[in-house]
């Protein structure tokens, strides 16, 4: 089970560090990944990281937010820095079907529930 928080209430240009971390089954040989949902709009790929620490994100998020996982505490983060009112969203943590993880939702069998993120101007 993927439990994400860390999310909150931030100005436009703060920072925020969200952590996932999992009970009753040990992460380390799936990749993972963070998604959002913002209000009326699908959910999408924000950043995944591979079972062996390799990185990548979805493009509007790149040199802002940074993904990385403490497998010995079964933790996965997303630091987000100089977020934007479009960053606001629910953002959830996935663990995904093989050691990669992806960019699409398929790529992914397990869920948390999410954290709500919201940027204020």
């Known amino acids: 089970q993927l439990q994400a928080f860390g999310g909150g209430l931030v100005q436009a240009g703060g920072s925020l560090r969200l952590s996932c971390t999992a009970s009753?089954?040990?992460?380390?040989?799936?990749?993972l990944g963070w998604w959002r949902q913002a209000p009326g709009k699908e959910r999408e790929f924000v950043a995944g990281v591979t079972k062996n620490g390799g990185t990548y994100y979805a493009d509007f998020v790149k040199g802002r937010f940074t993904i990385s996982r403490y497998n010995a505490r079964n933790t996965l983060y997303l630091q987000m820095n100089s977020l934007n009112l479009e960053d606001t969203a629910v953002y959830y943590c996935?663990?995904?079907?093989?050691?990669?993880?992806?960019?699409?939702?398929?790529?992914?069998?397990?869920w948390g529930q999410g954290t709500q993120v919201t940027v204020s101007s």
């Open positions: 009753g089954r040990t992460f380390s040989n799936y990749g």
């Open positions: 996935a663990r995904g079907r093989s050691i990669v993880g992806g960019k699409h939702e398929d790529d992914y069998e397990e």
